[in-house]
């Protein structure tokens, strides 16, 4: 059997897991065992001794060289730990959970770090991190994750990660307040990551809505409204946000006095859908509700009567995969 060393020694101190078990240190160990699992072959030594648990990564990877065919099978390997760290941490509650999806942020944080593996697995092992501390109000942590997963862009078929890094980056300084900061994360996406077309949707969506943060029509408010016009030009296989999109900017234009151009976005969107609409099927269906639902339509037109509305969809929600309702 061929060995290969894992670059570093990856050693996981988890006191508070321990104290997050009425069991102790013998319940934690338990809770665990999907980890070393999934990390066999990897050779692992753990101990366990009231207050901490380590765990320590530094084994061997069986059946692979020290190339890096090698390296990339490492990699792996201590993604499928991280992730089963994670998914045991869910099922427990309370601090136990929050302990152990502190461990599972710092299982994907030593992938991230080791400089051997390939940008791919260090950008997602930085992203998953990332989003574990965020979850856990740990912004500063949750940022320097972020920060290093957008900028392992090396690798052109590996975008995704980066991309969704500096989606959640512009988030952060979104809801900080610093709106001047998201815009500008926000256009990189778009600009940097074009081919990523989920999150530069998602940007773009992001942009036009905080674009129209401002009282009045302003300049930033009609940027606002073209952003999110744009949407619909552009990203048409995300029909339902389409829809949502030209909604929030036909009603900022009623709102400001401007109904004839609401009337115009309105005639638009509708005029977009009909193919889609034509293919028939659930996406069809919930593409139907989202007109449905559209607030212009009952400015301008009125209440919708069972006569003139579209057929009820059989279940609600989103066209696309992800929300753009993120907050």
């Known amino acids: 059997m061929g060995n290969c060393s894992l670059t570093g020694m990856w050693r996981v101190e988890a006191g508070r897991v321990a104290r997050g078990f009425a069991g102790g240190a013998a319940l934690a160990l338990a809770l665990w065992a999907p980890v070393l699992s999934v990390l066999a072959p990897v050779a692992l030594e753990v101990t366990a001794g009231p207050p901490s648990i380590a765990i320590t990564v530094a084994g061997a990877v069986a059946g692979a060289g020290a190339d890096a065919e090698g390296e990339s099978e490492a990699g792996q390997v201590a993604l499928d730990a991280a992730s089963a760290a994670r998914k045991a941490a869910y099922r427990e509650a309370g601090e136990a959970r929050a302990a152990g999806l502190l461990v599972a942020a710092q299982l994907f944080g030593a992938v991230a770090d080791d400089a051997s593996l390939g940008p791919a697995q260090r950008a997602e092992g930085a992203f998953r991190a990332g989003e574990i501390l965020r979850a856990q109000d740990r912004g500063e942590d949750a940022r320097q994750r972020f920060q290093l997963a957008a900028s392992l862009t090396d690798d052109p078929d590996a975008q995704s990660f980066p991309a969704r890094a500096l989606l959640e980056l512009a988030h952060l300084a979104r809801r900080a307040g610093d709106d001047a900061e998201a815009l500008a994360l926000y256009g990189r996406i778009g600009r940097d990551f074009a081919t990523e077309r989920r999150t530069a949707a998602h940007a773009l969506t992001w942009t036009g809505k905080l674009l129209l943060k401002e009282d009045g029509w302003?300049?930033?408010?009609?940027?606002?409204?073209?952003?999110?016009?744009?949407?619909?030009?552009?990203?048409?296989?995300?029909?339902?946000?389409?829809?949502?999109?030209?909604?929030?900017?036909?009603?900022?234009?009623?709102?400001?006095?401007?109904?004839?151009?609401?009337?115009?976005?309105?005639?638009?969107?509708?005029?977009?859908?009909?193919?889609?609409?034509?293919?028939?099927?659930?996406?069809?269906?919930?593409l139907q509700a989202s007109l449905d639902r559209m607030k212009i339509a009952e400015i301008l037109e009125g209440p919708p009567t069972p006569a003139t509305s579209g057929a009820a969809p059989t279940e609600t929600g989103s066209t696309d995969s992800g929300s753009t309702d993120e907050t």
Do not use: H, M, W
């Not at 408010?221 to 999110?228: C, D, H, I, K, Q």
């Not at 744009?230 to 006095?257: K, M, P």
């Open 218 to 286: 302003t300049e930033n408010t009609e940027r606002g409204v073209e952003a999110l016009l744009r949407f619909g030009s552009t990203y048409l296989e995300y029909a339902g946000e389409a829809v949502r999109n030209a909604d929030i900017a036909a009603v900022r234009c009623a709102q400001e006095g401007d109904r004839k151009r609401a009337a115009l976005i309105l005639a638009s969107i509708r005029a977009r859908c009909v193919e889609p609409l034509a293919k028939g099927g659930r996406k069809a269906q919930k």
